[in-house]
């Protein structure tokens, strides 16, 4: 690893080489591509939360000319696979489109076939569904009780996962501490609603056996799920990876969607496509992010030093099981966040209910974990009468203590939690923002400091799987790079994976450029078909620094030992007394004697007889990159490690609160980031400024609520609100670096940064602002109708009190 | 029916359904791609284009009615092959996007902002782009990128100073 300063281009200002095409309005996303003859899916969908389908009438539809087709669940299901699930519950399949039984509102039942997209839809009006309702149940809390509404009737129950892990002497830490606290608090259904809505194109063609896949797709396993269900040879999946996606930040996992249009396109033997419209997206996208019950205990002494920690995570995932229960696995590899808590007890459940499926989102359920944690650091303090930022310094790992290892199995590689913390109080002036908030505060208005500080764990091999699926052996989650340099001495990298705005094309120009030492600019990035690719796991899990730029490092350094090779062979000098630099390589006791780019590239693809003995012509390599740290199996009692990178970022805001209406206002954002070692510092500042938006609309904004009726009311932009540029602050951040030992650079993840620490924050806050009236905000999104009821309830009885006081 | 459609400085004659609306017309009878559907029901921003200088969503305008007005939508502001409007360059400058889908509006919106103000507050900027949802940046490096191009904007047409 080099120390910071030392690169050329790592770490410096460039310009993000995507953002070209962007701006002029040439991305090429999912809708943009038309093959001929393309055929358009509109899909008819349940208005019940739970109905038997009795019958379908496609007459109607069918006779409109221009429709080729109406397709129902029964033929699908006859056809294909079940749809894969992370967790093992064979009875709770699930498929494209409803089978005999349809289990929320908004999931597709039909989908009609036509020449146009508006044609489809028509149809999609005509045909006629005969439902007969059946119970339902939408609360997390009732569908754990035995007895409750079964939203799966084979499954027995609604419970998919309920496991409690115990790390260290729980009871005994409990039994020895002074104090405890319990409390509840709640993580709202929300997710982070890319503008581009799930678009994919399949075409089958039956000579040569290849289904062509376009789509705008962020997702793990994508092909072979897509062979699997569809019965036919991962070789006969052609997944397009240079579609630009249009936002995905973990959802866009359209599998059953590629499942409907792949086989659609094999049964008419024409090309067809499904592009979501909003409604089908925010209703039956499956999309929603975990909705997440907690309930935390914590045992603690009068210092405030936290000895021991009880959660409970009671996760509501909708109807059916995808991956998304691993969300409640993800946060086991920081289930203590930056603290130094000795023993764990984690109740981690997955319920079904009547509502939209759950997907993966953002930081995949360590925001809503972070959330909770540090909610109760706040608690602790208030209830002991310590200062918020005094208890965190206190029971933070110090960074001498690193490398440390948590009780639930995981090492954190690097940290210097209290020095960013101390650059960010600097930055903001601490006191100064004290002093503010309390001159608001005697000026009649509602004003909090929000304080957060959590863990971003980065690069990470899946681990949650085996953790929570004893029959899954996964133990890595590898990426990968070719680089070549033709004949004529033009570089090209290859990558193997769809991006979703990451930049990943800049990072592996920066990191090849930086290794081979030309102008990263000159380095032409590609993406291959899932056909002639190299494994890669896709961009999740804030990976992409770490497991691309190592791969692209890797791939790099062997093409350079492989010049300087050529080199000393040719200038008949040891291998060790050669040198490379800017693509040339010299003797260094004679530094004369040298071999340019030119000549070196011209031996390498067309002298043989100038090569090292047994050497292979050509000048092209690949390295398929494993997890670092990965390896391990978890052992019985759920031990292992998970993520290899641990970034950190601290929060602190000013939020005023208008008493009478209710409504929030961030008046300061200040972050500290340490994600390591930066390789490209815009995109990391984007990451971090686009996270805390994300954050600031879980916060506050964004619900897909839920009628009596089992409705999802929350079903557009008009009632699912989306923050806007008023919403967003200004938000300065604070930079500090510690480098990961384990990484090339020293770079960590930063793709999740800002959503992990925001809302909490701003749930801190605001509780720091409505705590002199005596009221505890405890779920989130703290929405302004529910936080200005809870105000001038307050206010009625403080005063009731105060006059009876009289 | 039949309309006459001004695009970009360009006439086309199209033949269109009543029912559809410009966004798609400029997509699918055009090949203008780069206006993209994001809500379609007038929220997001993300199918922005310029109708005789002002930003409107293409999304609740029918073809029908965009006859005899001046359209302009992102293809039309680079100034050739492989070139950038100083606004395009800005927002390359600031890396003011991630995923580029809300790109095209935003810039179409902060082009007919710029056009109307060349000395645009933070407070204009803000209301200017706030018709256009961004899930990817929180908009900070999109407002940094609207304030720099007015900046350059401004100089270009300063008298050169001896």
Same mark, same amino acid.
């Not at chain 1, 690169?7 to 200002?13: E, L, M, P, Q, T």
């Not at chain 1, 004893?470 to 133990?475: E, I, L, M, N």
């Not at chain 1, 954002?669 to 340490?674: A, K, L, R």
């Not at chain 2, 970009?8 to 203008?32: A, Y």
């Given at each position: 690893?080099?120390?910071?300063?030392?690169?050329?281009?790592v770490?410096?200002?460039r310009? %993000?080489?995507? *953002? #070209?095409?962007? &701006?002029? !309005?040439?991305?090429?996303?999912a809708?943009?591509?038309? $093959?001929?003859?393309v =055929?358009h899916?509109?899909?008819?969908?349940?208005?019940h939360p739970a109905?038997?389908?009795?019958?379908?009438d496609?007459?109607?539809?069918?006779?409109?000319?221009?429709?080729?087709?109406?397709?129902?669940g029964?033929?699908?299901a006859?056809?294909t696979n079940v749809?894969?699930?992370g967790?093992?519950?064979?009875?709770?399949?699930?498929y494209?489109?409803?089978?005999n039984?349809a289990r929320?509102a908004?999931?597709?039942v039909?989908?009609?076939?036509?020449?146009s997209?508006a044609?489809?839809?028509?149809?999609a009006?005509?045909?006629?569904?005969?439902?007969?309702p059946?119970?339902?149940?939408?609360?997390?809390?009732?569908?754990?009780?035995?007895?409750?509404?079964?939203?799966?009737?084979a499954h027995?129950?609604? %419970?998919?996962? *309920? #496991?409690?892990f &115990?790390? !260290?002497?729980?009871?005994?830490?409990?039994?020895?501490? $002074?104090?405890?606290? =319990?409390?509840?608090?709640?993580?709202?259904?929300?997710?982070?609603v890319?503008?581009?809505t799930?678009?994919?194109t399949a075409?089958?063609?039956?000579?040569r056996?290849?289904?062509?896949?376009?789509?705008?797709i962020?997702?793990?396993?994508?092909?072979?799920?897509?062979a699997?269900?569809?019965?036919?040879?991962?070789?006969?999946?052609r997944?397009?990876?240079?579609?630009?996606?249009?936002?995905?930040?973990?959802v866009?996992?359209?599998?059953k969607?590629?499942v409907?249009?792949?086989y659609?396109?094999?049964?008419l033997?024409?090309?067809?496509?499904?592009i979501?419209?909003r409604?089908?997206?925010?209703?039956g996208?499956?999309?929603?992010?975990?909705?997440?019950?907690?309930?935390v205990e914590v045992?603690?002494d009068?210092?405030?030093?936290?000895?021991?920690?009880?959660m409970?995570?009671?996760?509501?995932?909708g109807?059916?099981?995808?991956?998304?229960?691993f969300q409640?696995?993800?946060?086991?590899?920081?289930i203590?966040?930056p603290?130094?808590i000795?023993?764990?007890q984690?109740?981690?459940i997955?319920?079904?209910?009547?509502k939209?499926?759950q997907?993966a989102?953002?930081?995949f359920?360590?925001?809503?974990?972070n959330?909770?944690i540090?909610?109760?650091?706040?608690?602790?303090?208030?209830k002991l009468?310590?200062?918020?930022?005094e208890?965190?310094r206190r029971?933070m790992i110090?960074h001498?203590?690193?490398p440390y290892?948590?009780p639930?199995?995981s090492?954190y590689d690097?940290?210097?939690?209290?020095?960013v913390?101390?650059?960010v109080?600097?930055?903001?002036?601490?006191?100064?923002?004290?002093?503010e908030r309390?001159?608001?505060?005697?000026?009649?208005t509602?004003?909090?400091?929000?304080?957060?500080?959590?863990l971003?764990p980065?690069?990470?091999?899946?681990?949650?799987?085996?953790?929570?699926?004893?029959?899954?052996?996964?133990?890595?989650?590898?990426?990968?790079c070719?680089i070549?340099?033709?004949?004529?001495?033009?570089?090209t990298?290859t990558?193997?994976t769809?991006?979703?705005?990451?930049?990943?094309?800049?990072l592996?120009?920066?990191?090849v450029?930086?290794?081979?030492e030309?102008d990263?600019?000159?380095?032409?990035?590609v993406?291959?078909?899932?056909l002639?690719?190299?494994?890669?796991?896709?961009?999740?899990?804030s990976?992409?620094?770490?497991?691309?730029g190592g791969?692209?490092?890797h791939?790099?350094?062997?093409?350079?030992?492989?010049?300087?090779?050529?080199?000393?062979?040719?200038?008949?000098?040891p291998?060790e007394?050669?040198?490379?630099?800017d693509?040339s390589a010299?003797d260094t006791?004679a530094p004369d004697?040298k071999?340019?780019?030119?000549?070196?590239?011209?031996?390498?693809h067309?002298?043989?007889?100038k090569?090292?003995?047994g050497?292979e012509p050509?000048?092209?390599?690949?390295?398929i990159?494993?997890v670092?740290m990965?390896?391990g199996l978890?052992?019985?009692d759920?031990?292992?490690?998970m993520?290899p990178c641990?970034?950190?970022?601290?929060?602190?805001?000013l939020?005023?609160?208008?008493?009478?209406?209710g409504k929030?206002?961030?008046?300061?954002y200040v972050?500290?980031?340490?994600?390591g070692?930066?390789?490209?510092p815009k995109?990391?500042r984007?990451?971090?400024?686009?996270?805390?938006a994300?954050g600031i609309?879980a916060?506050?904004y964004?619900?897909?609520?839920?009628n009596?009726d089992?409705?999802?009311?929350?079903?557009n932009f008009?009632?699912?609100?989306?923050p806007?540029a008023h919403?967003?602050p200004?938000?300065?951040?604070?930079?500090?670096?510690?480098?990961?030992p384990l990484?090339?650079?020293?770079?960590?993840?930063s793709?999740?940064?800002?959503?992990?620490g925001?809302?909490?924050?701003?749930?801190?806050a605001?509780?720091?602002?409505?705590r002199?009236?005596?009221?505890v905000?405890d779920?989130?999104p703290?929405?302004?109708a529910?936080?200005?009821?809870?105000i001038?309830?307050a206010?009625e009885?403080?005063?009731?009190?105060a006059?009876?006081?009289? | 029916?039949k309309?006459?459609?001004?695009i970009?400085?360009?006439?086309?004659t199209?033949e269109?359904?009543?029912?559809?609306?410009l966004?798609?017309?400029l997509?699918?009878?055009?090949?203008?791609?780069?206006?993209?559907?994001?809500?379609?029901?007038?929220?997001?921003?993300?199918?922005?284009?310029?109708?005789?200088?002002?930003a409107i969503?293409?999304?609740?305008m029918?073809a029908?009615?965009?006859?005899?007005?001046?359209i302009?939508t992102i293809?039309?502001l680079?100034?050739?092959?492989?070139?950038?409007?100083?606004?395009?360059?800005a927002?390359?400058e600031?890396?003011?996007?991630q995923?580029g889908y809300?790109?095209?509006a935003?810039i179409?919106?902060?082009?007919?902002?710029?056009?109307?103000?060349?000395s645009?507050t933070?407070?204009?900027?803000v209301?200017?782009i706030?018709?256009?949802i961004?899930?990817?940046?929180?908009?900070?490096?999109?407002v940094?990128?609207?304030?720099l191009a007015a900046?350059r904007?401004?100089g270009?047409?300063?008298p050169?100073?001896?």
């Amino acid at each position: 690893m080099t120390a910071p300063g030392k690169f050329r281009f790592v770490s410096s200002d460039r310009r %993000v080489r995507e *953002d #070209r095409r962007f &701006v002029v !309005g040439k991305g090429s996303f999912a809708a943009d591509i038309v $093959p001929q003859g393309v =055929k358009h899916v509109a899909l008819v969908t349940c208005p019940h939360p739970a109905a038997r389908i009795v019958s379908i009438d496609k007459a109607a539809a069918l006779a409109i000319p221009g429709v080729h087709y109406v397709l129902e669940g029964a033929e699908l299901a006859g056809a294909t696979n079940v749809l894969a699930a992370g967790l093992d519950t064979p009875n709770v399949p699930r498929y494209p489109l409803a089978l005999n039984v349809a289990r929320y509102a908004g999931e597709w039942v039909a989908a009609v076939v036509a020449d146009s997209r508006a044609l489809a839809e028509d149809a999609a009006e005509a045909v006629a569904i005969e439902y007969a309702p059946l119970p339902f149940i939408l609360d997390a809390d009732e569908a754990y009780k035995p007895g409750s509404t079964l939203v799966h009737e084979a499954h027995g129950s609604n %419970v998919l996962l *309920d #496991r409690t892990f &115990v790390w !260290g002497e729980v009871e005994q830490d409990f039994a020895v501490s $002074p104090h405890r606290l =319990k409390h509840r608090v709640k993580w709202g259904r929300s997710s982070t609603v890319p503008i581009e809505t799930f678009g994919v194109t399949a075409s089958w063609d039956p000579w040569r056996e290849i289904l062509d896949i376009w789509a705008s797709i962020q997702m793990p396993k994508y092909p072979d799920q897509t062979a699997m269900v569809l019965k036919i040879p991962m070789s006969s999946v052609r997944v397009h990876y240079d579609v630009d996606v249009g936002g995905s930040y973990g959802v866009k996992r359209g599998i059953k969607h590629t499942v409907l249009v792949g086989y659609l396109s094999k049964r008419l033997g024409m090309p067809v496509r499904l592009i979501e419209d909003r409604l089908e997206n925010m209703r039956g996208g499956d999309m929603h992010g975990p909705e997440r019950n907690f309930d935390v205990e914590v045992a603690f002494d009068d210092q405030g030093i936290i000895r021991s920690m009880k959660m409970r995570a009671l996760d509501n995932v909708g109807a059916y099981a995808g991956r998304s229960p691993f969300q409640l696995g993800k946060p086991v590899g920081a289930i203590v966040g930056p603290y130094k808590i000795k023993s764990v007890q984690y109740q981690a459940i997955a319920v079904v209910t009547n509502k939209t499926v759950q997907e993966a989102v953002r930081a995949f359920g360590q925001s809503p974990t972070n959330y909770a944690i540090e909610r109760t650091i706040d608690e602790v303090a208030v209830k002991l009468g310590l200062d918020r930022l005094e208890i965190r310094r206190r029971n933070m790992i110090r960074h001498e203590e690193f490398p440390y290892l948590i009780p639930s199995g995981s090492t954190y590689d690097s940290g210097d939690y209290h020095t960013v913390i101390d650059k960010v109080l600097a930055h903001a002036g601490y006191g100064e923002l004290i002093a503010e908030r309390d001159r608001l505060r005697s000026a009649g208005t509602l004003a909090g400091i929000g304080i957060a500080a959590c863990l971003e764990p980065s690069g990470g091999n899946s681990s949650f799987e085996p953790l929570l699926n004893p029959k899954v052996g996964t133990t890595t989650w590898m990426d990968s790079c070719r680089i070549s340099i033709d004949l004529v001495g033009s570089i090209t990298a290859t990558m193997h994976t769809t991006s979703a705005g990451q930049g990943h094309e800049t990072l592996v120009g920066t990191v090849v450029g930086e290794v081979l030492e030309v102008d990263p600019d000159k380095v032409r990035v590609v993406r291959s078909d899932s056909l002639n690719a190299l494994p890669s796991n896709s961009p999740v899990g804030s990976r992409m620094a770490i497991m691309l730029g190592g791969a692209a490092f890797h791939a790099a350094k062997q093409l350079k030992d492989k010049l300087t090779a050529i080199a000393a062979h040719d200038l008949g000098v040891p291998v060790e007394r050669i040198a490379y630099k800017d693509g040339s390589a010299f003797d260094t006791s004679a530094p004369d004697k040298k071999r340019t780019w030119a000549e070196l590239v011209t031996m390498a693809h067309r002298h043989i007889h100038k090569l090292p003995e047994g050497m292979e012509p050509g000048l092209s390599v690949s390295h398929i990159m494993p997890v670092p740290m990965g390896g391990g199996l978890p052992t019985a009692d759920g031990r292992v490690q998970m993520y290899p990178c641990y970034s950190f970022e601290f929060h602190l805001m000013l939020v005023t609160i208008d008493p009478d209406l209710g409504k929030p206002e961030i008046k300061r954002y200040v972050i500290g980031h340490d994600c390591g070692t930066v390789i490209n510092p815009k995109i990391v500042r984007g990451m971090t400024l686009g996270g805390i938006a994300h954050g600031i609309g879980a916060a506050l904004y964004e619900e897909f609520a839920y009628n009596e009726d089992g409705l999802l009311v929350a079903q557009n932009f008009m009632d699912y609100l989306l923050p806007s540029a008023h919403e967003v602050p200004f938000v300065e951040i604070v930079h500090h670096e510690t480098p990961s030992p384990l990484t090339v650079f020293g770079q960590k993840g930063s793709g999740e940064s800002g959503y992990l620490g925001a809302p909490a924050a701003i749930a801190s806050a605001v509780n720091d602002a409505v705590r002199p009236l005596g009221i505890v905000v405890d779920s989130l999104p703290i929405k302004v109708a529910r936080l200005g009821d809870m105000i001038a309830q307050a206010r009625e009885n403080n005063a009731r009190e105060a006059k009876k006081g009289n | 029916m039949k309309v006459e459609l001004d695009i970009n400085r360009q006439k086309h004659t199209v033949e269109v359904e009543p029912r559809l609306s410009l966004l798609d017309c400029l997509r699918d009878k055009l090949l203008l791609i780069g206006a993209h559907a994001g809500c379609e029901h007038g929220v997001c921003g993300a199918c922005t284009v310029l109708v005789d200088g002002a930003a409107i969503r293409s999304c609740l305008m029918f073809a029908v009615q965009a006859d005899g007005v001046a359209i302009t939508t992102i293809e039309g502001l680079s100034p050739g092959p492989g070139e950038l409007s100083p606004l395009q360059d800005a927002f390359c400058e600031t890396h003011g996007m991630q995923c580029g889908y809300c790109t095209p509006a935003m810039i179409l919106a902060a082009h007919a902002l710029l056009s109307k103000n060349a000395s645009p507050t933070r407070e204009e900027i803000v209301d200017a782009i706030s018709g256009n949802i961004c899930r990817c940046t929180g908009y900070a490096q999109i407002v940094e990128a609207i304030a720099l191009a007015a900046e350059r904007m401004r100089g270009q047409n300063d008298p050169v100073r001896p």
